[in-house]
């Protein structure tokens, strides 16, 4: 049993917990695609490294920085499925083709600059792990968690989108997940504790990002725009700001809520909840303008 697990969820799928009602109270609605830990005998059967491997692939614990915003009700869609198993942050098709026996012919596969680093969306390896798996996988068993994980995840997250925008005009989805602290600008500098990603403007309006911008600043932290991390397939597939649904990805260092061993929740767990819960709270306070259903320009 998890020591820091989070209250019952409104809803359990094998992919995904939800919390929060069907239609959010809030135009903003949370989603945490790479918390997830539940891992599976099958899964473990097929690695070639240890467990504790594969959890650096996870954004460690970044579910518990929602805490307070399940609390106060918002809609919130948390992975179960670890990144490892397949990573809901990538298109579906989005694949290495190494990693898979009997593709048919006919699926078309995308590639990326993650893809061809490793972290497609089945992950292939990590820096000091070449390989994670013993061998490639049968297009039946990526088919499988596509269908069972990767869909129904993003179609709960559609649903609770939408009805965010019917209810109250608009609707701003946070992606969240934590990163590796970033090394500093240069000698001297200090490094950015937050990332705000738009994906350079297409998938939000510049105000909200400003206004995510200074609720951070107001806390105390050092924040960047889309560099080193202009957000992924999340805000990519969900933001549509002129159908005004817009999506933030946000990316905190994890060193400010874990331990020093970045195991388990450390000393800074409640300001980073704090932040989260400020930045939620400001976006969905935010009053639309008229042009507010319009990216940056």
Excluded: C
């Amino acid at each position: 049993m998890d020591p820091f697990a989070l209250p019952r969820p409104t809803e359990s799928h094998p992919a995904f917990d939800r919390y929060g009602p069907l239609v959010p109270a809030h135009p903003v609605v949370l989603s945490i695609p790479h918390a997830g830990r539940n891992y599976d005998a099958d899964l473990l059967t097929r690695t070639r490294v240890r467990p504790e491997v594969l959890r650096r692939l996870e954004d460690r614990w970044a579910d518990l920085l929602a805490l307070p915003l399940i609390e106060q009700g918002y809609s919130i869609v948390v992975a179960r499925a670890p990144r490892a198993m397949i990573d809901l942050n990538r298109h579906e098709r989005e694949i290495d083709p190494a990693m898979v026996m009997d593709l048919p012919r006919e699926i078309a596969l995308r590639t990326s600059q993650k893809l061809r680093g490793g972290l497609g969306l089945i992950p292939r390896r990590l820096s000091g792990a070449a390989e994670l798996w013993r061998g490639p996988l049968p297009w039946a068993e990526v088919e499988r968690r596509i269908d069972a994980v990767h869909r129904p995840y993003h179609a709960a997250l559609d649903r609770l989108l939408k009805a965010a925008r019917d209810v109250h005009g608009h609707a701003i989805l946070i992606d969240l997940h934590s990163m590796p602290p970033l090394a500093p600008a240069g000698p001297g500098g200090m490094a950015p504790s937050l990332i705000f990603g738009d994906r350079f403007g297409q998938a939000a309006s510049g105000r909200l990002m400003t206004l995510a911008g200074d609720v951070a600043a107001g806390h105390g932290f050092l924040t960047a725009q889309n560099h080193p991390y202009a957000g992924d397939h999340m805000i990519e597939r969900h933001g549509r700001p002129a159908q005004a649904i817009h999506a933030l990805q946000v990316e905190i260092d994890r060193t400010f809520y874990l331990d020093m061993a970045l195991e388990r929740p450390g000393p800074g767990l409640g300001r980073m909840r704090a932040l989260v819960g400020a930045l939620a709270h400001a976006l969905a306070h935010a009053l639309p303008r008229a042009d507010f259903a319009l990216a940056a320009e």
